[in-house]
C-alpha cells in the first residue's frame, strides 16, 4: 500500500525559530512535492523535487528551502518561522511528472507563535 | 495568468447526482485531476483526463473539454461519506506543477 509519512500532525513553533519539517515516501518515487493549504486560497506549491539533491521552486518559495538527500525523503525548512507561516503543510509524491497522481501525506498543522 | 474556478460550495441530497464544475486558464495543459479530501484529512486521487470526453470509475465520472478550458466532476448515488471537499487541479507549463483550484465544499443531507 502506498504511503507518505510526515513527522508531526501538529506543531507550535515561536516566532524566529528554526523548522524542519519532514516528509517519507515509500513508494520509490521519483518526485517529491511540499504544499501549503490556507482556507480561501487552496493547496499552493512551495517547492517540489525530481530528483535526489536535485529541487525547484513552486509558486510560495520565499521564507523556506528544502533539502532531498536520498530519494525517499523530503525536508522542507522554516529558517526563520514567522506568524504568516501558520498552515497545514502537505507533501505528496508521484512516480513521474506527466499523467501520475500525486500522493499526499496527512498533513502538518503548524502555528507559529 | 493561471487561473482555476470551481463553487466554493454546494448542496446536494443523499441518493441524487451532483456536479461540480470547474473552469481553467494556464500556460500549458498536460492533463486534469479530481481530488477528493475529507476535513482534517490528506487528499486523495479520484480522476485524470487527458484527452475531451468522459471518464468512468463507479459512481464517479470525470469530463473534460480541453478546447472550452472545462470539466466537471460527476457523482451519482450520492452518500452521506460523499460529503467533502473536491479539488480540481491542472497539470501544465514545462515543469508538469500541478496547480489546484481553491475546491468545492459539497454537503451530503439526508
Known amino acids: 500500500d502506498v504511503k507518505v509519512t510526515q513527522s508531526s500532525r501538529y506543531l507550535v513553533k515561536r516566532t524566529g525559530e528554526k523548522v524542519f519539517l519532514e516528509c517519507v515516501q515509500d513508494?520509490?518515487?521519483?518526485?517529491m512535492f511540499w504544499y501549503r493549504q490556507d482556507p480561501g486560497l487552496g493547496l499552493r506549491l512551495i517547492y517540489f523535487?525530481?530528483?535526489?539533491?536535485?529541487?525547484e521552486k513552486g509558486d510560495i518559495p520565499e521564507g523556506y528551502s528544502v533539502s532531498r538527500e536520498k530519494k525517499e525523503r523530503f525536508s522542507l525548512i522554516l529558517e526563520s518561522a514567522s506568524t504568516n507561516q501558520t498552515s497545514m503543510y502537505l507533501c505528496?509524491?508521484?512516480?513521474?511528472?506527466?499523467?501520475?497522481?500525486?500522493?499526499f501525506g496527512p498533513g502538518t498543522r503548524l502555528t507559529v507563535t | 495568468g493561471q487561473n482555476i474556478d470551481q463553487p466554493t460550495e454546494m448542496t446536494a441530497t443523499e441518493g441524487a447526482i451532483v456536479q461540480i464544475n470547474c473552469t481553467y486558464q494556464?500556460?500549458?495543459?498536460?492533463?486534469l485531476f479530481w481530488y477528493q479530501q475529507h476535513a482534517g484529512e490528506a487528499p486523495t486521487f479520484l480522476s485524470y483526463?487527458?484527452?475531451?470526453g468522459l471518464e468512468e470509475k463507479g459512481r464517479f465520472s470525470s469530463f473534460l473539454s480541453r478546447s472550452k478550458g472545462y470539466s466537471y466532476l460527476l457523482l451519482k448515488e450520492l452518500q452521506m461519506k460523499d460529503s467533502a471537499s473536491y479539488l480540481c487541479?491542472?497539470?501544465?507549463?514545462?515543469?508538469?506543477?500541478?496547480?489546484f483550484g481553491t475546491g468545492t465544499l459539497l454537503a451530503v443531507q439526508p
Open positions: 494556464t500556460s500549458g495543459f498536460n492533463g
Open positions: 513508494m520509490d518515487h521519483e518526485n
Open positions: 487541479a491542472v497539470q501544465g507549463g514545462a515543469t508538469n506543477k500541478l496547480i
Open positions: 505528496a509524491s508521484s512516480q513521474e511528472t506527466g499523467g501520475y497522481e500525486q500522493y
Open positions: 523535487s525530481y530528483d535526489v539533491k536535485m529541487k
Open positions: 483526463n487527458v484527452l475531451d
